[in-house]
Nanobody, 128 residues
Framework: QVQLVQSGGGLVQAGGSLRLSCAPSREAFDRYTVAWFRQIPGKEREFVAAISRSGIRTYYEHFVKGRFTISRDNAKNTVDLEMKWLQTEDTAVYYC?????????????????????WGKGTLVTVSS
């Protein structure tokens, strides 16, 4: 069973930046559409960003557009989420997710159920 290994995250002041990374324990990552979700305490897990298998198409939820950037390096087998201008409302556990399907637009990649693989989560805390 392939596992997703996450790294990065931690504590940062408001206005600061953090980078999250996700990589599979084995297998080529370029077969997967990859996304980041987050879960704020007491709320449902929500979509943050996604990237197509080739990396040509990216998708963002409105509340991170212009601040977060998702990217992938298929040679290094990683997908990163660069987070800038972090706000206290961004405090959450962030999850990497992957699915063996192509992407079919924002409404498609925002759905949680098609994702077969999930990372264990990384806590991001933004202090005021």
């Amino acid at each position: 069973q392939v596992q997703l290994v996450q790294s990065g995250g931690g504590l940062v002041q408001a206005g600061g930046s953090l980078r999250l990374s996700c990589a599979p324990s084995r297998e080529a990552f370029d077969r997967y559409t990859v996304a980041w979700f987050r879960q704020i305490p007491g709320k449902e897990r929500e979509f943050v960003a996604a990237i197509s298998r080739s990396g040509i198409r990216t998708y963002y939820e409105h509340f991170v557009k212009g601040r977060f950037t998702i990217s992938r390096d298929n040679a290094k087998n990683t997908v990163d989420l660069e987070m800038k201008w972090l706000q206290t409302e961004d405090t959450a556990v962030y999850y990497c997710a992957a699915q063996l399907r192509a992407d079919y637009g924002l409404e498609d990649v925002r759905r949680r159920d098609p994702y077969d693989l999930w990372g264990k989560g990384t806590l991001v805390t933004v202090s005021s």
